[in-house]
């Protein structure tokens, strides 16, 4: 199992140093959270930011709000990153649930689900040339078929999305529930006459290091997690050993890649968690 460190969103001028840190520490992936109406770096230019202060790693969005974006630029700003990274990108897509990033990108919250399928059908094509044949929207990825789509979502339909679109699915359940929604993209997998299955992607919230360094992402994560109205939700794991068993556990249930998401500011984390690991 691969593990991945998912970058805090609070600083994006040092970015480029967490990035690089991570990559000598033997991450495989670095992750970007998309939201629209909130204090965060738009991801995909931030991870082309990353892209050019690095080598290796990979660069994945976690997940990018799709429907809040016209599809034909996405599709050449993903194709551009990725031909530019060497097929370095991965993009995490979902379709988000919260009402100021729709209000703000005068997308319904009611229509998220359909905008979801267009665009993942119309990316497909973009990134094959079939789309517009006569003036083709380019550059053409350097992933045959495009950047790798990985799913992510908790209802029925996006489940279903994973084997129409998908290359992969990223589950950020509790692993207590966690086996039921893998079990059902397994099922709908194999029911599509798609190959091997799909690559499996979780993902936990981490902390480590100075007591106040653990306090800042707690605080961070509460404040954006404030909408559930639930106390305590994405609390991050902070002790050593539980964060060991967490991840064997998660070797177990047989991710193929977790990712680590650390909201405090430290990078000095990320030896840390390394270490850990």
Same mark, same amino acid.
């Given at each position: 199992?691969?593990? @991945?460190? @998912? ?8 970015l ?9 520490a ?12 909130? *204090?965060?770096?738009?991801?995909? !230019?931030?991870?082309?930011t ?14 990018l709000l #799709?429907?809040?974006? #016209?599809?034909?630029?996405?599709a050449k700003q993903?194709?551009t990153? *990725?031909r ?5 990108l ?11 990033? %729709?209000?703000? /990108?005068?997308?319904?919250l ?6 979801m ?19 083709p ?11 790798p789509?990985?799913?992510g979502?908790?209802a029925p339909p996006?489940?279903?999305r994973? /084997?129409? %679109?998908?290359?992969g699915f ?5 692993? @207590? ?7 059902? !993209? %397994?099922e709908?997998w ?9 690559r499996l992607?979780c ?11 653990v ?11 404030a ?5 305590g939700?994405g609390?991050?794991?902070? *002790?050593?050993?539980?964060l060991?068993?967490t ?5 177990d249930?047989?991710? *193929? ?7 405090g ?5 990320i ?7």
């Open positions: 199992m691969e593990i @991945g460190l @998912g970058l805090p969103v609070s600083d994006p001028a040092r480029p140093e967490w990035a690089r840190r991570a990559e000598a033997g991450f495989a992936t670095v992750a970007l959270l998309d939201r629209l109406a909130y *204090d965060n770096p738009e991801p995909l !230019v931030a991870l082309a990353l892209a050019g202060a690095t080598t290796r790693i990979r660069l994945q969005t976690e997940v #799709a429907p809040l974006r #016209a599809t034909a630029l996405l993903a194709a990153l *990725d530019m990274s060497g097929g370095r991965r993009l995490g897509v979902g379709i988000g649930g919260r009402d100021d990033d %729709h209000a703000a /990108a005068g997308v319904p009611d229509r998220r689900g359909a905008i399928d267009r665009t993942l059908t119309d990316l497909a094509a973009i990134w094959s040339g079939s789309a517009y044949p006569l003036a929207i380019g550059p053409s990825p350097v992933t045959p078929g495009g950047p789509l990985l799913v979502g908790f996006a489940l279903a994973v /084997a129409r %679109h998908g290359a990223l589950c950020a359940a509790p692993l @207590g529930w966690a086996g039921g929604l893998v079990r059902t !993209v %397994h709908q194999a029911a599509a006459g798609r190959p091997g299955r799909p992607v993902q936990v919230n981490a902390a480590a290091g100075s007591p106040e360094s306090a800042r992402a707690r605080s961070a994560i509460a404040a954006y997690y909408f559930t109205g639930r106390e939700w609390e991050p794991i902070a *002790d050593a050993n539980e060991a068993d991840v064997a556990a998660y070797r249930f047989g991710a *193929d890649e977790l990712v680590l998401y650390c909201w500011d430290d990078p000095d984390q030896e840390l968690l390394a270490s850990l690991l």
